[in-house]
């Protein structure tokens, strides 16, 4: 397993239902979303202590004005908030392989990353400080004007980020949050300036999201929209295998570590040998697509060691098509005229082609190999999306793998929470009422997660959720009032079916697309209109050295 996929289990470790969902959503359909988000970073040790406090500084730093944007004025202290956690949130990105991106022993003022402009990492980190504070303020002035107030639980968000900065002053043996943050973001710095940076943001987010939530569209708005490019919106099932050049090679040289080179004129002999191979391929008949599975098998390269295997593509979102596949998936026809309209021919099961696959680009652009491609099928994606409660009961204890973060359970520690899944359920069903309504009102009491909301998850669309959950949901002998208990990696689900949605996951994707772009396009308005101006950021770290 990769390091980033190591990485990227630990953080899913700790994730609940929703946040997987909220990050599966943001990955494949990108719910519209600030691009700005307070970040409490578990690293956040990479600043303490590199900061000695300073009366005299702590005062400066709260009186300089350091950016003014529209009506507003932000001190040196506002704007390190801004400006550490980007750099911060960078940092976290890329993990270790930061020192492969940049001299985390230079000056981030010193590291230039535009030959032309000369601007540097520091200049870098701070032209997106000023379109995140431009973009929050713009947001906040509007939701201020609008007399707009957050909701409970977006309020109760400032709050838990306060709560683990305290936990995070106590852990390192501050007296108080002020000495803290001082530490990590520079004198000046106090629970008081800190909880206004963080309710600023919310309210900005809080504002964005609400604006979002009022736009909706008809069913002859989405059918319209989708008419120019209908097959975005679709998936695909295909099989392709790939015939590499090298692989065709004959002759070479094999040196002591068992690596063959081979001479031009070898090369140019196994490209010839993978094409006539590819050709042959596509122009076979095959009852179906194992046999012409078989037929891969049968390959003369296959003889003696398996080389060339085929992959299956299985119901792929066009989104998610490989660009080299894309156009012949859907039928789209080649033309030399660059501003034709496009026309596009029927696919049909069982169609096959020959796609080259090069490397490089202009005069060093090579072909490596060949791929062979079988179509089989389209699903227009037009079925209803699900709505869902659940009860979690999550499992408690396990071990950590001190290298993985990955957190493993006992046999018993599992039992612990099937018995109090199974206890839960079973006293639901004698009470008698398996309604809806009872149902939530059980998840309220006892759900680990999404509790509030009664355990519900509304339009849930195929593969949102993890695996176990998506399957129980997507069941075909799924109906109204089904209940169960599920297991999965973060413990056990009591599920309840509430029905089908009336939303399709087709008019899904094309609502979020439509959003996307109207939001877009108001946001980056509201930018536009609000100024924003440096007045002095002689009191921010652009010097910053990342190992200090």
């Keep these: 397993m990769s390091s980033s996929k190591k990485k990227q289990l630990r953080k899913e470790q700790y994730m609940t239902e929703r946040q997987i969902a909220e990050k599966k959503e943001a990955k494949k359909l990108r719910n519209y979303t600030l691009t700005f988000c307070i970040i409490i970073a578990l690293v956040v040790s990479i600043f303490v ?18 950016i003014t944007v529209g009506d507003y004025t932000l001190t040196s202290v506002d704007v390190n908030y801004y400006y550490l956690d980007t750099v911060n949130s960078y940092i976290n990105q890329y993990g270790s392989a930061i020192s492969l991106i940049m001299d985390v022993s230079k000056p981030l003022n010193e590291q230039v990353i535009n030959n032309e402009t000369g601007a540097t990492w520091a200049d870098n980190f701070m032209e997106s400080v000023k379109q995140t504070i431009k973009s929050t303020y713009a947001l906040y002035d509007m939701a201020v004007k609008a007399n707009h107030q957050m909701s409970d639980a977006e309020r109760q968000r400032v709050e838990s980020n306060i709560a683990t900065m305290q936990l995070y002053a106590a852990y390192y043996g501050y007296n108080n949050l002020d000495g803290y943050l001082r530490a990590m973001y520079g004198n000046g710095a106090s629970e008081k300036s800190y909880r206004n940076y963080l309710e600023v943001a919310s309210m900005a987010n809080s504002y964005l999201t609400a604006h979002s939530e009022t736009l909706d569209y008809s069913a002859e708005e989405l059918l319209n929209y989708q008419q120019e490019a209908p097959y975005n919106y679709n998936s695909y099932t295909f099989v392709a295998c790939y015939l590499k050049a090298e692989t065709f090679c004959k002759g070479g040289t094999t040196d002591d570590k068992g690596n063959t080179t081979y001479t031009d004129a070898e090369k140019a002999a196994g490209l010839i040998a993978a094409e006539l191979a590819a050709k042959q391929l596509a122009a076979g008949e095959y009852a179906d697509v194992l046999a012409f599975n078989e037929a891969v098998k049968a390959l003369e390269v296959n003889k003696d060691k398996t080389q060339v295997t085929t992959t299956p593509y299985d119901d792929v979102l066009f989104s998610e098509i490989s660009t080299l596949f894309a156009d012949w998936i859907v039928g789209k026809v080649e033309s030399d005229d660059e501003n034709a309209e496009p026309t596009f021919e029927e696919r049909k099961e069982g169609d096959m082609t020959v796609i080259p696959y090069t490397t490089g680009s202009g005069d060093t652009e090579t072909t490596a190999g060949y791929y062979v491609v079988r179509y ?99 069941d075909e002998a799924r109906k109204a009032g089904d209940y169960g208990i599920i297991e999965t990696e973060y413990g056990y689900h009591i599920m309840f079916f509430v029905g089908d949605s009336e939303t399709t996951f087709r008019n899904f994707m094309i609502k979020n697309v439509m959003l996307n772009e109207e939001m877009d396009a108001w946001h980056n308005g509201l930018i536009e209109k609000i100024e924003l101006t440096v007045v002095t950021l002689k009191h921010i770290p652009l010097d910053m050295v990342l190992n200090h």
């Design 376 to 474: 089989e099928s389209c699903n227009d994606n037009d079925f209803a999306l699900k709505n869902v409660r659940h009860l979690l009961v999550k499992f408690t204890g396990g071990t950590t793998n001190s290298t993985t973060g990955v957190t493993t359970y006992s046999d018993q520690e599992k039992k612990t929470a099937k018995d109090k899944a199974d206890s839960i359920l079973a006293d639901w069903i004698a009470a008698g009422d398996l309604s809806e309504n009872s149902f939530a009102e059980l998840a309220k009491k006892h759900s680990e997660d999404n509790a509030a909301a009664g355990g519900l998850y509304e339009d849930v669309y195929p593969g949102q959720m993890v695996t176990a959950f998506n399957d129980w949901c997507y």
């Design 49 to 66: 202590g590199t900061v000695l406090s300073n009366p005299i500084k702590n005062v400066m730093y709260k009186n300089t004005k350091a």
